[in-house]
């Protein structure tokens, strides 16, 4: 009997108890078939996560003795323990906070990088200059890395009027996992981490048991809360670092044990859930699957900051979860071959959101309500 995700009760339970963000069931129907159109001619899958540009692949087949193996590994480990609030008090401004590096490795094209790009190319950019950024080693020695340094690392392009969002909580949050990876247990990397994972587990670990040893190890990655007297979970960070080490080593061959998690079930990757952010609500939304009130509407037009736990912020990431879980049920009714994982949705619907944040195109074939602004919460949980 594996153990359930406790972040899908607690989304059910928090939605229920706000009751501000409504989920409308059509057009969570009307989205299941449209991008089960997008993904049959645009193929999405796990394997898609090789194809980013800014990504640092690891080789193949998998060799835990290969350097590039751990270093893509602690690479993963330390974007996910960073990975939380970019959102800019100068969204669409020349001047916001960003990051100016190539276009992709190997590359001779600059640019300049915002949002949660801006903390790849940082870091990127840093290996490049020889700066050993990834190595908890290094980035948990206050005297091998000192505050300058790691300012250093995450340095504005030259046109930017901001700093990094939250740098002071990013660097402790450094500091932290940084010295947990070097006890005696992890061996000072994410790789050694996964080895006591799998052997805590007998090499039967699923993609759920390695967020519930995440958030076991580190305290940073712990995104839960007391609420109206129940103690409810969104684990976004934990949850991503596991998906992401799924599909960075996802194998070519399908039918072949997953290296991360070779056990008879393999990762169970269906057991995650999407990870609630702001980014996802603003294309749920989009895709009228999420309703606003007016109230909410005002909030988000105005740019109100929503504090970390208001109703109205734990409404929206509840809202989110649920309705990727409508959205993954939905495929599965449909009898759709696609890997139907809400892990998977949560990936394409990000990308999705990405690109019209980008004005690279607008949704076709599907009726949409106008973009409205992200969600404003500081909060080092996403």
């Known amino acids: 009997m594996h153990p359930t995700n406790p972040v ?9 108890q706000t009751n501000i963000v409504k989920i409308d069931d059509d057009a969570v129907k009307k989205a299941t078939q449209y991008i089960l159109k997008q993904v049959s001619s645009e193929p999405y899958t796990p394997r898609t996560w090789r194809t980013h540009p800014l990504h640092i692949c690891p080789p193949e087949p998998y060799d835990p003795d ?6 893509c590994l602690n690479w993963i480990f330390l974007i996910s323990s960073l990975n939380f609030s970019f959102w800019s008090e100068k969204e669409g401004q020349l001047d916001r906070y960003g990051i100016e590096w190539r276009t992709s490795w190997g590359s001779e094209t600059m640019t300049v990088h915002t949002g949660y790009w801006s903390l790849v190319a940082a870091l990127n950019r840093a290996l490049e200059e020889g700066i050993p950024i990834i190595d908890p080693q290094f980035y948990s020695s206050e005297t091998l890395c000192p505050d300058s340094l790691i300012a250093h690392v995450f340095r504005a392009a030259p046109q930017s009027a901001e700093s990094m969002p939250l740098f002071n909580e990013r660097l402790a949050i450094m500091r932290e996992v940084g010295a947990i990876l070097c006890n005696n247990e992890f061996g000072g990397s994410y790789l050694g981490f996964l080895q006591a994972f799998q052997t805590r587990y007998d090499n039967q670990g699923t993609a759920l048991d390695l967020v519930q040893f995440v958030t076991d190890s580190f305290p940073s990655f712990r995104d839960d809360r007391m609420f109206n007297g129940r103690r409810v979970y969104f684990w976004k960070r934990p949850q991503i670092l596991v998906a992401e080490t799924w599909a960075a080593f996802y194998p070519e061959n399908p039918y072949i044990p997953h290296p991360i998690f070779p056990g008879l079930d393999g990762a169970r990757i269906s057991a995650l ?24 509407k005002h909030e988000l037009c105005t740019g109100k900051l929503l504090g970390a736990g208001s109703r109205e912020e734990m409404s929206l990431r509840a809202a989110s979860i649920v309705a990727v879980e409508r959205i993954r049920s939905e495929m599965m009714r449909c009898g759709s071959d696609w890997e139907a994982s809400c892990v998977l949705i949560d990936f394409y619907l990000w990308d999705l959101a990405k690109k019209l944040q980008g004005g690279k195109g607008c949704l076709e074939g599907i009726e949409t309500e106008s973009i409205l602004p992200v969600h404003r919460t500081r909060s080092i949980w996403y």
Not at 8 to 16: D, M, P, Q, R
Not at 276 to 286: F, G, K, T
């Open 8 to 16: 899908v009760s607690s989304a059910e339970f928090v939605l229920e």
């Open 66 to 71: 290969d350097i590039l193996t751990g270093a």
């Open 273 to 296: 859930t999407m990870f609630a952010d702001y980014r996802v609500p603003q294309i749920l939304h989009h895709l009228r699957i999420l309703a606003y009130p007016p109230s909410l």
